[in-house]
């Protein structure tokens, strides 16, 4: 399997960072990928314009923990400017790349962080 | 428990016996002779073929000259499917087959479909079973070939070779038709009753490196008679019905391995059934919301299919990996097409049991204590993953 995957990559996949949920996050998100059932739901604490903390759920194959779990590294302590520009391809960068058929993992997890983001926004907009 | 290597994948490959190494070894670099040349080095190489051959045969209950070897079971599959369907074009043009063979079978028919062929992909119950009723329904007057797999790869489940292939030599009978029956006996050899003229079939398909042979090596079994059209020209090889020079080793270790793995059979069928119920016994006590795959009985001595419910395959194939232990799955991450097994979607489980599946295939070499550390090993993993699901309805 590392042949396909970085050791990062592996290392993320089966020691992933940050599990769990946050029920008063200030953005939620989740998302299925419908090409192989990857699941995953990502909640969000901003605190001064940075996000504080993340926190996610994820069911799905290697490449959907890895994402997962690096995209949360990437988002805590990061500026809200920062995290919006968060994409598939800084998900792929931070984990050193991931084998052509896992490339939809790492659209998944910058996907959720989209919806997260929106959320947290609209949240704030809110009456 | 401190870590071992336990290899649980034996469906999808084996290593080389030392047996079948030793006897192979020669003929790389000593008796190298091309079995066509006429000297005495090479006249040793062609005697080692022959005897092979005999040995294959007597196996198989068959003549040596209906034995040709192959490159492995796809060669052997597509030789067999394309060889007689096209050498029986002017008989008619359809082919039965199961929707659960290996991609070996399928792909050869969906390919043969380009050329004016049309197959009927039987579906099978829920256990994978095919009913020789079903069979003989699809049954037409175009029928040329029926090609029904004799155990299946992922899930195991042992087809009735013998009673489909005793309705096809009654219905071809008062058709007045010949209906060739072939099997793809792959995951068969060292388990199941590999003789020709008890299952009643005119063509089979082995392949070396499931038995403790080497990788390249196969065989293919069609019986005199059988409408053939050969698929490899180029030589004399195999009385010209596959071309090319001899894989000597490889022919050499094809037979040596088959001859073992016959002849060791009895004794490994009853071991490794009793590792294969433990684990199927075990496993859910342990694990629980966890699903056996295919039929409980009817099965091969040495697989395991088992899905848990909400966890994804590759992961639980990493942890394991890790652990020390090699599997496989079913799941579409874990295949390059990213679909998920059309054996487990053709049993109509739908996708999220499929991706959940976990294939364990034991071995000769496998031991009460390798399945101990299984036991141990395998439910961490899948709680460990449950937990990081959205939808895990208990922790732990």
Redesign the interface.
């Given at each position: 399997m590392s042949m396909y995957y970085s050791e990062l990559a592996l290392d993320h996949a089966e020691n992933p960072r940050n599990v769990g949920t946050i029920p008063d996050a200030d953005g939620a998100g989740a998302e299925m990928n419908p090409v192989c059932g990857d699941l995953l739901t990502l909640f969000i604490k901003v605190q001064d314009n940075r996000v504080a903390d993340a926190k996610y759920k994820v069911q799905g194959c290697l490449g959907a923990v890895a994402a997962s779990s690096i995209l949360t590294e990437l988002l805590i302590g990061s500026s809200l400017e920062e995290a919006e520009r968060l994409d598939h391809q800084s998900v792929l960068d931070a984990l050193g790349g991931l084998p052509a058929s896992k490339l939809h993992s790492a659209a998944l997890a910058a996907g959720v962080l989209k919806k997260a983001l929106a959320d947290y926004r609209s949240k704030r907009n809110a009456p | 428990m401190p870590q071992r290597f336990v290899y649980l994948d034996h469906a999808a490959t084996t290593a080389v016996r030392p047996e079948a190494l030793e006897a192979m070894l020669p003929y790389f670099s000593e008796r190298f002779g091309n079995p066509s040349s006429m000297y005495r080095l090479a006249q040793e190489a062609r005697k080692a073929v022959d005897e092979a051959r005999l040995t294959v045969a007597n196996i198989l209950g068959c003549r040596a000259n209906e034995v040709i070897f192959t490159s492995g079971g796809s060669e052997s599959d597509n030789t067999a499917i394309k060889g007689i369907a096209l050498a029986s074009r002017q008989w008619g043009n359809h082919i039965i087959t199961s929707a659960i063979e290996h991609h070996a079978v399928l792909h050869t028919c969906q390919f043969l479909e380009n050329f004016g062929f049309e197959v009927t992909y039987l579906p099978v119950d829920s256990y994978g079973l095919v009913d020789p009723k079903a069979v003989e329904a699809a049954v037409t007057e175009r029928t040329v070939l029926v090609s029904i797999m004799y155990a299946n790869n992922e899930i195991g489940t042992v087809e009735p070779i013998a009673e489909i292939a005793d309705m096809l030599k009654v219905k071809g009978k008062r058709m007045g038709r010949n209906l060739v029956f072939h099997t793809d006996a792959v995951q068969g050899a060292g388990a199941l009753d590999l003789n020709v003229d008890h299952l009643g079939v005119d063509s089979l398909s082995l392949s070396s490196h499931k038995f403790y042979g080497p990788k390249g090596a196969g065989v293919l079994y069609v019986r005199r008679g059988t409408p053939f059209m050969p698929q490899q020209q180029g030589g004399a090889q195999e009385r010209y019905r596959r071309a090319g020079t001899e894989n000597t080793p490889g022919i050499v270790g094809t037979a040596v391995a088959l001859r073992l793995a016959v002849e060791e059979q009895e004794d490994v069928r009853l071991r490794l059934t009793g590792l294969r119920d433990r684990i199927i016994q075990e496993v859910p006590k342990r694990i629980e919301r966890t699903r056996l795959n295919g039929h409980p009985t009817q099965r091969l001595p040495n697989n395991v299919n088992l899905s848990f419910e909400?966890?994804?395959g590759?992961?639980v194939?990493?942890?394991l990996?890790?652990a020390g232990i090699c599997a496989s799955s079913g799941?579409?991450?874990?295949s390059?097409s990213?679909e998920?097994s059309h054996v487990l979607t053709a049993l109509g489980l739908p996708?999220?049991i499929a991706?959940a599946s976990l294939r364990l295939t034991l071995g000769r070499e496998n031991t009460t204590e390798d399945v101990d550390y299984l036991l141990e090993t395998l439910p961490d993993i899948v709680t460990r993953?449950r937990?990081?699901?959205?939808?895990?309805r208990t922790a732990g």
């Open positions: - | 909400s966890v994804e590759e992961p194939l990493l942890g990996d890790f799941s579409a991450c874990t390059a990213l998920p996708a999220d991706h993953l937990n990081l699901s959205p939808l895990a």
